[in-house]
């Protein structure tokens, strides 16, 4: 059974920092493409940010060099550092798992919500 579980949201000012972790089991986790996502209310779910299985990463064009995606496999974990948060940045964040052979199948955590306002 997979399971996906995100954790460190929350409310946060604007300009401040928040660290985003999920923690997987039940994959093979050396195996999967992982990525962070947001859905914004209203708003269609979009890719924040993703790092392959070898640790290639890709950001959005909005979280360029204000978020980092980190993984450890050891630990069967993903980060994400988000910096100089913005009220845009508001959304659940989901975290996401893809095995690098069947890019078809995703697995999706429960999401954590981030607020940031003033």
């Known amino acids: 059974q997979v399971q996906l579980v995100e954790s460190g949201g929350g409310l946060v000012q604007p300009g401040g920092s928040l660290r985003l972790s999920c923690a997987a089991s039940g994959i093979i986790f050396g195996l999967y493409n992982m990525g962070w996502y947001r859905q914004a209310p209203g708003k269609q779910r979009e890719l924040v940010a993703g790092?392959?299985?070898?640790?290639?990463?890709n950001y959005a064009d909005s979280v360029k060099g204000r978020f980092t995606i980190s993984r450890d496999n050891g630990e069967k974990m993903v980060y994400l550092q988000m910096n100089s948060l913005k009220p845009e940045d508001t959304g659940v964040y989901y975290c996401?798992?893809?095995?690098?052979?069947?890019?078809?199948?995703?697995?999706w955590g429960q999401g954590t919500q981030i607020t940031v306002s003033s």
């Open positions: 790092i392959t299985n070898s640790g290639s990463t």
């Open positions: 996401n798992a893809r095995p690098y052979r069947n890019l078809a199948v995703n697995y």
